[in-house]
């Protein structure tokens, strides 16, 4: 087996903690739509945020592997458990590789304790898949900015204390015009619009934010100046391991759920697994499950082995979330009628699965990112 000893304590740890803490809270979260902030300051004494952080910086500096291993199973739990995790990891990513001494040192500690809330803020109404139609703007003002614009569909808008905000400070400069802000999202002239009602995921917040003429310091800027979309882009191959790993976790809950079911519920006097066709829907869930689990490990190593990872990471996320849509739908069809009803797990895997076709580029994207990696760079593995 490749996990080390090390990988396998993280993926029983969490495994234990989604089981006892997260599952069980799972109806009512999804029913409420409510931010938990208990579960998260368990994680946070667990050390499952800021995965990849090194220990200097007061993480646990665990390779991207464990970081997919703790993701799967947290979203083995409930997949708005590991949205969080993944979002702390892309923020406290770009802390570590591009913020100044004064940036970790007020930001990390607190956002790796749970402490301080972050919202990840790109997409606009015209900048979603296309990031160069972002409108929102950063102008200079003495030392310091201003700011103005908005963002729709913002993971924890409703909740966060400090925004990264991705803005134009060159208009003229294309991708190379745009730069990170942390901002203070209680800073006057910030503006959180309503939370929206979500189809899955639901406990993982989204909402819009605007900013009109938000001042803020010079050193709310992260990294150079018009370094921005690269920022941005680096985190992006480790984000997508992550949203493949979440949906890996959706497969596996939804397995496990038909197939305990499959042994319970009788037809014909006998258990619906004895016959062929439940069978097939079970050994389908099962061998896309395990391939997903493979490409979304092998993605993850060549993060951390320092190769190519790109055509793997797209690879990874776009199979691993196709492979969730369909196999917690068939999870659902393992349990019939009742699949269908509020209350019953896979009901509720359905609805969740089908945003990681969506973030972190839509699936599309990833296989014209595929395409191109196979032409560019030739069809050997």
Known sequence: MYLTEMHTQVRDMTRQ??????????????????FPSEIYDQMAELGLFGIGVPEELGGPGFDTVTYAIVMEELSRGYASIADQCGLVELISTLLVRHGTDGQRSRWLADVLAAKTRVAYCITEPEAGTDVSGIR?????????????????????????????VLAR?????????????????????????PKEIKMGQRASQVG?????????????????????????????????????????????????????????????????????????????????????????????????????????????????????????????????????????????????????QIYEGTNQIQRMIIARELIAKGATA
């Open 17 to 34: 903690f989604a089981t006892d803490v997260i599952r069980p809270a799972a109806e009512d979260l999804d029913r409420d739509s409510r």
């Open 136 to 164: 929102t703007t950063a102008a200079r003002d003495g030392d310091g900015w201003v700011l103005n614009g908005g963002k729709i569909w913002i993971h924890n808008a409703p909740v966060a204390d400090v925004g990264f």
């Open 169 to 193: 400070t060159d208009p003229d400069a294309g991708h190379r015009g745009m730069s990170i802000f942390i901002v203070d999202l209680h800073a006057n002239g910030v503006t959180r619009g």
């Open 208 to 356: 819009p934010l605007s900013f009109d003429d938000v001042r803020l310091p010079a050193d709310a800027l992260l990294g150079d100046e018009g370094r921005g979309f690269h920022m941005m882009m680096s985190v992006l191959d480790k984000g997508r391991v992550g949203i493949g790993a979440l949906a890996v976790g959706i497969g596996q809950a939804g397995l496990e759920a038909a197939t305990d079911y499959a042994q319970q519920r009788k037809q014909f006097k006998k258990p619906i697994s004895e016959f062929q066709g439940v069978q097939w829907l079970l050994a389908d869930i099962a061998k896309d499950v395990e391939a997903a689990r493979l490409l979304v490990h092998s993605a993850a190593h060549k993060i951390d082995t320092g190769q190519d990872a790109t055509k793997a990471c797209s690879m990874a996320k776009c199979f691993a979330g196709d492979m969730a849509v369909q196999r917690s739908a068939d999870a659902v069809q393992v349990f019939g009628g009742s699949g269908y009803i509020r209350g019953f797990e896979v009901e509720r895997l359905y609805r969740d699965a089908k945003i990681t």
